[in-house]
């Protein structure tokens, strides 16, 4: 955990300590800003507003999953990893990443939540059992259900990494014998405080995205403009299918028929080998994976729709999307208007985080 004094100081003042260059910031800050979607002109009054935040506690639990989404944010280069731990938050509780174990990590956790209530952030990674009370996943002999009930009591906002804690994931699949069930969903039924929720969801999410969300909230101090599933429209505002590379072939009628035929090599799209980008909502296309080098489609494999509820129950990986609607001119089109419509309100959101700043300033 950091030192009281630590917790205290700006983003800025600690920076500075450590040696990073005004030059070093900037960059930081301009990185911030091409995450969520601002233009260059911004980054002066992103690194004003940066300069004066105060570094938040950030709780980070791990409950039903994998790790992949802790590996995911490990590989994060803009911000990176080192970055956002070391001066831009105060990671105060990681069970894979943090030295302490035992006791020494349960107690770095609850001192944590006393001496940060009401401001600490929570990442919750993972799904909540509950069939059973809950007796699937438990953590130095509390269910995961009452280590979450315990920590959103007290926080400022919680933060859900990755599908398994956004809308269930893998864990809530049929048959689901685990009773998994999503953040939203204790939120909705009481078993948990309500609290603003950020749905970063992914398997595993694009690491820049969940770097992103947290450098959002420290220039602004609030939770970005969401979607109808609770994620920010900066990165799940528009289809994958929207900003593909292989759009132009789905509009000319080319697409591959095998995953190794004279199509799939010309880069065709991969709508008839199940590609289910037409239907969802994720950065991929644009922000990319491994510092901007590909994504799945890029790699020659269609889009599993990972980010969206209930994905693996809907199945179909390698079988085409009804091609009842997407198949023809108004299915475009429609996609198109949606698509034009949410770029319009995330403009109107970036418009009032400006006029936010400046009003400030």
Known sequence: MAKDHDKE??????????????????????????????????????????????????????????????????????????????????LDYQETLQAAAGTAAETALHDAMKENHGKYLVLVDGSIPLKDDGVYSTIAGKTNLQILKEAAEGAAAVVAVG???????????????????????????????????????????????????????????????????????????????????????????KFAKTFDDEGARSGWCLYELGCKGPTTYNAC??????????????????????????????????????TGHWGTAEGIAAAAAAGAAIGIGAAAMSRRHQDTIAKEE
């Open 285 to 322: 296309a644009t922000t990319k994976w491994n510092g901007g080098v590909s994504f799945p489609v890029e790699s020659g494999h269609g889009c599993l729709g990972c980010s969206e509820p209930n994905f693996w129950d809907k199945g179909s990986f390698y079988a085409p999307l009804s």
């Open 163 to 253: 599908t398994c804690s956004s809308f269930g994931g893998i864990p809530k699949a049929n048959p689901n014998p685990t009773g998994a069930v999503s953040v939203s969903e204790l939120m909705k039924s009481g078993h948990i405080a309500t609290k603003p929720l950020i749905n970063v969801s992914g398997c595993p999410p694009i690491p820049v995205v969940i770097t992103g969300v947290l450098a959002h909230y420290l220039t602004f101090g609030e939770v970005p403009a969401l979607d109808v599933h609770g994620r920010p429209k900066a990165f799940f505002g528009e289809t994958i299918h929207d900003r593909c590379y292989r759009r132009p072939f789905y509009d000319q009628g």
């Open 9 to 90: 100081q700006t983003l800025g003042e600690a920076l500075r300590q450590q040696g990073v260059s005004r030059r070093g910031f900037l960059k930081f800050c301009a990185a911030t800003a091409s995450l969520m979607a601002m233009p260059p002109s911004m980054v002066p009054a992103i690194a004003k507003a940066l300069d004066k935040a105060r570094r938040p506690s950030v709780i980070y639990l791990s409950f039903q999953e994998c790790t992949g989404c802790a590996e995911s944010l490990t590989r994060s280069h803009s911000p990176t990893l080192e970055s956002l731990m070391f001066n831009a938050i105060s």
